[in-house]
């Protein structure tokens, strides 16, 4: 068959500048890969003793050397273990399986870390590392938001990042690390700081407050309001009214204006990350309202001081 046709003029340049567009997104995936590359090699970003060059704001997050390096994080989202789920999406949408990383890997994200010492390793350097860099500012912005609270317990707290350095910021303060066990296994605590292997479904320790940072958009409704229940009761068991901190993002409306659009897009892969990984997606705060009235708290407060994600603080 001759499947020939000619394109009027005026036609072929719309038709040219849409064959470069679809081009464009399929070799988008180059542009994370070479990142990667480039982060390996340690080349690009080396700090250069002369400054014959300035670095932005992103070299300077992209150097190994730098505490708040965002380099773990690049390092994590980009190893095969968790881009293989990808290659899966048309086949979960076709199956019954809980979600792509299932289909991939056949398991879930949760279970494989405990038995694959490799994930486990790099997916807590990853929140360790993400975990650094917003304490400093959540310190540093919203100090106000410990106010008061003597103990916290922080939930799904990985390796203790988080909690050491508000337990450092606030010497008065108790503060607890409940994660799974194999998160926890080997970390020693201290006179301010405990660590608990344990699973969130169960129970979670009594205390003023409940951080819950990344971890309510790694699940669904039904596991949130669960979640959000069993904090409920930690914090209303002393009689004392707690809350729950939560850090977490609200993805924003779309707008006309182009202004936003990469914070948008950002948002929404990461809801794409959660549906692809694990149960959970990313909520506007429409929907991070009906959670918090099922869950059976009375009211929240925003804080948008995080970026693109922001602190919601929830109470009973
Ligand atoms: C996305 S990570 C966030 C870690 C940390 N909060 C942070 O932001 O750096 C989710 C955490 O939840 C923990 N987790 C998953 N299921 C859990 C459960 N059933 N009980 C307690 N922790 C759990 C994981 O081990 C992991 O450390």
Known sequence: MNNFKLIPGEHATELLNAQAHIWNHIFNFINSMSLKCAIQLEKMFENDQEERYALTDASRLLLKDNPLSVTPFLVAMLDPVLTKPWHFLTAWFQNEDLTPFDTAHGKKFWDYGEHEAKLNHFFSNAMASDARFVVSVLIDKCSAVFDGLESLVDVG?????????????????????????????????????????????????????????????????????????????????????GKVIIIDMIVQNQKEDDEDRESIETQLFFDMLMMVLVTGKERNEKEWAKLFFDAGFSDYKITHKLGLRSLIEVYP
């Not at 407050?209 to 949130?224: F, M, R, S, T």
């Not at 669960?226 to 904090?231: A, D």
Request: glycine share 10%.
């Open 157 to 241: 707290g990985g390796t203790g990042t988080v909690a050491k350095a508000i337990a450092d910021a606030f010497p008065s303060m108790e503060c607890t690390v409940l994660d799974l066990p194999h998160v926890v296994a080997g970390l020693e605590g201290s006179k301010k700081l405990k660590y608990i292997g344990g699973d969130m479904f169960e129970a979670v320790p009594p205390a003023d407050a409940i951080l819950l940072k990344w971890i309510l958009h790694d699940w669904n409704d039904e596991e949130c309001i669960k979640i959000l229940g069993r904090c409920k009761e930690a914090i209303t068991s002393t009689d004392k009214k």
